[in-house]
């Protein structure tokens, strides 16, 4: 059974057609990686699954369920889905602890002190044990995101969106960031992710796909993507970014 299976998913905003009869099949930990120009529909796309935006026609199909029902409870599927966005992910008024320990307890219902216990073997992890008891402005961004994508992992969710959680960063944050996401996807963690980091996509897609006008007009490994593209649009937006030094 797929993670994730969309099914001629279409979405317009007024008269605007933004994702146009999409399908795209996720299978437990696998990683798609979203690419494409600015307005090409990726974070109207990521926003749609994790049921942020009503969509117009098809079917989302979370693990086997159709979370696109009549009727679906969207927190209950809202909480087996993490989700992390460009920036202002963090509750700035709470630490990073009680960031990250906020869903486990008030969405699942787990204990404060179990709660503590997993986030802090999670900051442990990966390097941000002293920074349990700050506030999130005290941190740099990079560490911010990191923080936002631990909180999102932590009730371990069928499935992890990211959304350019690196656009807002420079080059040295960027690094740390996507290093996390490289371990997440050797734990098998299972993502759908939207970037400009082509080098990101390179090392962690096992699918690239490529995004135009709400339609993936281009799919295949990173290595068929980013050096053999066959579109006459996929080979533009490649020269685009290499004529702005991004590839
Ligand atoms: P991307 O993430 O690839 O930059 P978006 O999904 O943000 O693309 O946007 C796709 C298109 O949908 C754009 O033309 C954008 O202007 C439009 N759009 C996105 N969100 C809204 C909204 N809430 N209302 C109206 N139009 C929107
Ligand atoms: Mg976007």
Do not use: W
């Not at 960031?99 to 992890?125: C, F, K």
């Not at 002293?130 to 069928?158: F, M, N, T, W």
């Not at 997440?184 to 690239?208: C, P, Q, Y």
């Amino acid at each position: 059974m797929s993670a994730l299976n969309l099914i001629n998913l279409r979405k317009s905003f007024g008269a605007e057609l933004v994702i146009s009869d999409l399908h795209l099949r996720l299978q437990k930990h696998q990683v798609k990686v979203l690419i494409g120009a600015s307005g090409s529909g990726k974070s109207t796309l990521l926003r749609c699954i994790n049921l942020l935006e009503e969509i117009d026609d098809g079917q989302i199909i979370l693990d086997g369920e159709d979370i696109s029902a009549v009727g679906i409870d969207a927190d209950k599927v809202r909480a087996s889905i993490g989700s992390v966005f460009q920036a202002f992910n963090l509750f700035p008024h709470l630490t990073v602890l009680q960031n990250i320990t906020l869903a486990p307890r008030l969405v699942h219902g787990i204990s404060q002190p179990e709660a503590e216990v997993d986030a802090l073997n999670l900051l442990s992890r990966f390097g941000l044990s002293e920074k349990a008891h700050q506030y999130p402005d005290l941190l740099s961004g990079g560490q911010q995101q990191r923080v936002a994508i631990l909180r999102a992992i932590i009730c371990k969710p069928k499935l992890l969106l990211l959304d350019e959680v690196t656009s807002a960063l420079d080059p040295v944050l960027i690094a740390e960031v996507l290093s996390l996401i490289s371990e997440l996807k050797n734990d098998g963690m299972t993502m759908l992710i939207a970037t400009h980091e082509m080098g990101f996509a390179r090392k962690v897609a096992d699918e690239v796909l490529f995004l135009k006008g709400g339609e993936i007009i281009e799919s295949g490994t990173p290595h068929q993507m980013l050096e053999k593209p066959e579109s006459a649009e996929l080979k533009n937006f490649l020269f685009a970014l290499e004529q702005a030094g991004r590839l």
